[in-house]
């Protein structure tokens, strides 16, 4: 069994994200902490999330992995793993960092009980208007087995398992073919996703059907229930605001119409290993804490899982998870578009190292 929490705050960014989300977060992962959790996850780009490169790129972090982070090169990192640190947890998040060779990530830190900082898997795919601010695993490729964490039993109060493996799945991951079947592989005890997921606006270019059907995706128990392994779900909450990152975008109304206004969908949750829902937030508006205890290997479940995901399996979560044919067909124009982009600025503009 083991105690674990998840964290939902608002959307900040700029030059004010990394102090305003660590303000609001920390009274939540100490609430959270003296629940006993162990384990607590944060939502995926913690220190503020913005299509803007303006709100994004001047903000980035440099880290190195397994040290304790250095507070002027990465204060949001530091923050957290002095917070870890006195409270005796781990605290799973993600950032955008930029690496030594001048790229730009959105990377899954690991913060210690002793205040180290470990780096992991980095978000593979960037989804839409993500691909002007961020490279996915095209330009770094991930390192072999970089979804998965291996800790102690006993350093996570869990008794009877000398190890813990937990699979890492970012946001738009959760809903990719590729992602299910690496789970599978690893054979997580544990699948740890941070989101940054919103629901648009009804408007013109959003009718209520894709409202509806951004709401299904984003409440989905499908993957746990399909792999046979509990989930911690932290994302965003409240309101989402953001410039475009090109003129085009800037100033074409379908695209303003879609993103002003949006929310984040809040729902921090976790679900056991039938897919079940065992806690949720109370509200999607508001920073908030969800804390309960899972257990990590029933034999009912691990007898039956498999590291090959069954063709009935794949179309199940198609079904549950499978992101809808509009998102991927609008990123046929904005990945490329987006690499431009940042190639373009690590030449002249806000990446220059």
């Known amino acids: 069994m083991l105690r674990i929490g998840a964290i939902q705050i608002p ?23 003296k629940d006993g959790a162990r384990f607590i996850q944060l939502p995926e780009a913690f220190s503020g999330y913005s299509y803007d490169p303006e709100e994004s790129w001047p903000f980035l972090e440099r880290l190195e992995d397994g040290d304790c982070p250095d507070p002027k090169r990465a204060p949001t990192t530091a923050a957290l793993a002095s ?9 799973g998040f993600t950032l955008l960092e930029r690496t030594n060779s001048n790229e730009v990530l ?3 830190l690991l913060a210690h009980p002793n205040g180290v900082i470990t780096k992991h898997h980095h978000k593979a795919s960037p989804a839409a208007f993500e691909n002007f601010i961020f490279s996915g695993e095209d330009k770094v490729p991930n390192k072999a087995g970089s979804r998965l964490i291996t800790l102690p039993g006993s350093a996570l109060g869990v008794e009877g398992k000398e190890t813990v493996r937990l699979g890492i799945a970012i946001c738009y991951e959760n809903y990719l073919e590729k992602t299910w079947h690496e789970l599978a592989a690893i054979q997580p005890d544990l699948i740890l996703a941070p989101h940054c997921g919103m629901v648009p606006v009804r408007s013109v270019v959003t009718p209520q059907r894709v ?10 128990n499908g993957l746990s229930k399909v792999l046979k392994c509990p989930l911690v779900f932290a994302n965003k909450c409240g309101p989402f605001f953001s410039k475009m990152p090109l003129p085009l975008y800037r100033h074409f109304d379908a695209a303003k119409l879609f993103f002003d206004g949006s929310m984040f969908s809040g729902g921090a949750r976790i679900t056991d290993a039938a897919g079940e829902l065992i806690a949720r937030s109370q509200s999607n508006m ?29 179309e199940s979560l198609k079904k549950t998870n499978g992101f809808p044919a509009a998102g991927t067909i609008a990123d046929l124009w904005n ?4 690499k431009k982009f940042i190639e373009k600025h690590k030449a002249n503009g806000l990446l220059q190292a």
Request: proline share 4%.
């Open 211 to 220: 409202m509806d059907q951004g709401t299904a995706l984003l409440n989905s």
């Open 106 to 108: 959105n990377t899954f």
């Open 11 to 33: 959307n900040f960014a700029g030059k004010t994200g990394v102090l305003r989300s660590i303000e609001h977060a920390t009274p939540q992962i100490i609430k959270a902490a």
């Open 83 to 91: 917070l870890a640190s006195k409270l005796s947890c781990y605290l």
């Open 335 to 338: 990945v490329p578009l987006g």
């Open 286 to 314: 508001d920073a908030e804490a969800v804390v309960t205890t899972v257990a990590l290997s029933e034999d009912k479940f691990t007898q039956e899982r498999s590291t090959i995901l069954s063709p009935m399996d794949v």
